[in-house]
């Protein structure tokens, strides 16, 4: 299966290409300010190098958080939109789920990925090998985090795994390009193997958001209701 795989739920947003769990092609650019005015064009670049056409996609997959608000944005409505025009399905991808799929098969620890949530918190949830989920995703803060995590798993051992990891008194923390952050060659070959009717495309997110609608006095042109 032809898979475009698209993630930004963080700073780097990144694009890749799959036939089932062949890697194509993939890219990565860091666009701290957001990825609405560079994500198509990447892709484009993308499908040009690997001599796809869309059409010959058979799948999107996306990264649907947790991540942020205004990049999760952007890619579900890219994702959306292709799927549209080139009536084929749009699954999502749990970032989070992405993360802990790059770490090697043999690792037997659980996979504890960690992203940076903004006001001292931290994303985080807990893998096995295979891939399920052993604690669901949720925002922690960051100094107790680690904590939490022995607590809830057991004991068992984890592996931690992600930038914003890097300083915590961590048993042991994994390391790789694809791991520090989500990547969009994860997301593809989780796409590639999910069922469509259990991967919705609907963002993850487990906090509301940080704007606050001012309080605005009453319409002085509404008039009075009859």
Do not use: K
Not at 62 to 74: C, E, I, N, Q
Not at 76 to 96: K, R, T, Y
Not at 182 to 211: C, D, F, K, M
Request: with cysteine.
């Amino acid at each position: 299966m032809r898979v475009l795989g698209i993630e930004t739920s963080t700073r780097r947003g990144s694009v890749a290409l799959v036939d089932g769990d062949q890697v194509v092609a993939h890219d990565e650019e860091e666009h701290p300010q957001g990825h609405d005015a560079h994500l198509l064009a990447q892709i484009e670049r993308l499908l040009q190098r690997a001599t796809w056409s869309r059409q010959s996609l058979e799948r999107v997959a996306a990264s649907v958080g947790p991540g942020s608000f205004t990049g999760l944005r952007v890619g579900l409505a890219v994702a959306e939109g292709l799927g549209l025009a080139l009536g084929i399905q749009v699954v999502g991808v749990c970032s989070l789920r992405a993360m802990a799929a790059a770490v090697p098969p043999g690792e037997q620890r659980l996979r504890c990925p960690m992203l940076g949530a903004g006001q001292n918190q931290v994303f985080t949830a807990a893998y096995d090998s295979s891939g399920e989920e052993r604690w669901s995703p949720r925002a922690l803060p960051r100094g107790s985090v680690l904590g939490e995590l022995r607590s809830a798993l057991a004991g068992h051992p984890i592996l931690v795994l992600g930038e914003t990891s890097f300083g915590l008194e961590a048993d042991s923390v994994f390391r790789s390009e694809w791991t520090d952050l989500p990547h969009a060659v994860l997301t593809a070959r989780l796409g590639a193997r999910a069922i469509w009717s259990e991967a919705p495309i609907q963002a993850l997110y487990l906090r509301p958001p940080n704007a606050v609608l001012p309080e605005l006095p009453p319409n002085p042109l509404a008039g009075n209701p009859r």
